[in-house]
């Protein structure tokens, strides 16, 4: 028992502003700069606003403090997490632990890809070649089916993999110390910009005026998955980072930070976004060409395009690459537990298994493979469905129901007031339930 407790108090861990860092980097990614924007611009602006809000609040903080909790209960990765808590059906709950591994496995290999692109379009902004492009849509098309990528997607690997390797503290969290305020202050600096465009104004009132005729069950259940997305929840990442939490920290305030830095962060990807396109008189809901081939139109045009444009690729690329360290560390933190590798073996064979694997993946978007189909989807695209469509609710519902009904020792981690404790059980029990099995019905289509 006590070189079990010295063992414990000598763990790799995050100190308290750390972890925050952490969990925001894990948070705000893509889904933030990329996708909230487009899918606020097809479903109403300020309404598709307010009801990710909603969603974030009644279904996204709920799970995030429950994977939080069980990681830190746990004090495992996700799959002994959940194994250590269960009393009885170990090897049930422990396989949710799994499935959540095989998220993380599928979503780091597609992931990474996008994230090699934003350092393509970065690099051609800076320079202006991104600029002398005649068709945007042509270029992108012909740039992502092609074996560049590929150079970009190991890039993307060796940093993330040099960060994993140094460890929880001296990696995880400096790399993530340095990087989100750095984006953070970036942001507001291309937020002013873009809102001071002349006409850029019409762009701040489509985004945030809302318009409750686009108010649909379908925008709803779409920004339920962006908030479950967005949150990094349901594949691992929040449990794992939770088990690397000091005893001491209050949970409630860390998963409040995070929501918060999360919804900050899509609005102000948002009120850069939009000024721009409208100001440039471009389409708002151009879907996920948007950032790709509209936006590069804009910042042509652009005073100074060159370097804003510029700025706002490293920010996407930043972004996502505090996303990819934190799904990355689920699949390592797996590895150094149950095959007992040393991080810094795990970190290297799975870096190479992930680059490989990415290889198909990239290839497969408009590339020579595009025609490899598997239930009539490309293989970029069946792992994004399988991972973020099926496994990711499946995952949040087990977190879900394991804190909510099964494992007292785990809710009681989260160490809230009696009251809030009460709500959060009885969001859990009876409202979080309801809400990620109509996502999964609504995702996979059958509803
Ligand atoms: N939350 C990240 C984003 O919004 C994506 C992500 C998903 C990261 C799952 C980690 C785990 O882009």
Known sequence: MSTKSKKNSSKDQFSSFGFIMAAIGSSVGI???????????????????????????????????????????????????????????????????????????LIITFYMVVTGWTFQYAIGSFTGNLYRQTDNAAYFAQFAGGPLPLVYTVITVLITGAVLIKGVSKGIELFNKILIPILAILLVVLMIDAMSLS??????????????????????LIALGQAFFSLSLGMGAMITYG?????????????????????????????????????????????PGL?????????????FGHVIGGTFFVLLAGAAL??????????????????????????????????????????????????????????????????????LPVVGLAVTIFIGYISKKGAEEAKLNPSLH?????????????FVILIFLYSTGLI
């Open 243 to 287: 088990s690397y939490v000091d005893k001491s920290q209050s949970l409630g305030k860390a998963t409040l930070a995070v929501s918060l830095g999360n919804i900050v962060y899509a609005l102000i990807a948002g009120l850069i976004i939009f000024p721009i396109t409208f100001a440039f008189g471009l389409e708002p809901a151009a879907g």
């Open 322 to 391: 505090t996303s990819c360290v934190s799904v990355l560390e689920v699949i390592v933190a797996f590895v150094i537990k149950h095959l007992n590798w040393t991080r810094r073996k795990s970190v290297i064979v799975l870096s190479i298994i992930t680059a490989v694997v990415a290889i198909p993946v990239s290839l497969s978007v408009g590339g020579p493979i595009a025609d490899w189909k598997l239930f009539g989807k490309g293989v970029f695209d069946l792992f994004d469905f399988t991972a973020s469509n099926i496994l």
């Open 422 to 434: 009460r709500i959060w059980i009885s969001l859990l029990r009876y409202v979080v339930p309801v």
């Open 199 to 220: 006409g850029g104004m019409k762009g701040v009132e489509f985004f945030l005026k809302p318009d409750f005729s686009l108010f649909t069950i379908e925008s709803t």
């Open 291 to 303: 950032i790709f081939v509209a936006l590069p139109t804009a910042f042509a045009d652009m005073p």
């Open 31 to 105: 889904g933030n700069m990329w996708k909230f924007p487009y899918l606020a611009g097809a479903n109403g602006g300020g309404a598709f606003l307010f009801t990710f809000i909603i969603c974030l609040i009644l279904v996204g903080i709920p799970i995030l403090l429950a994977e939080l909790a069980l990681g830190r209960a746990g004090r495992g990765d996700a799959m002994s997490s959940f194994q250590t808590l269960a009393v009885r059906h170990r090897k049930f709950w422990g396989f949710f632990g799994l499935l959540s591994v095989i998220a993380a496995f």
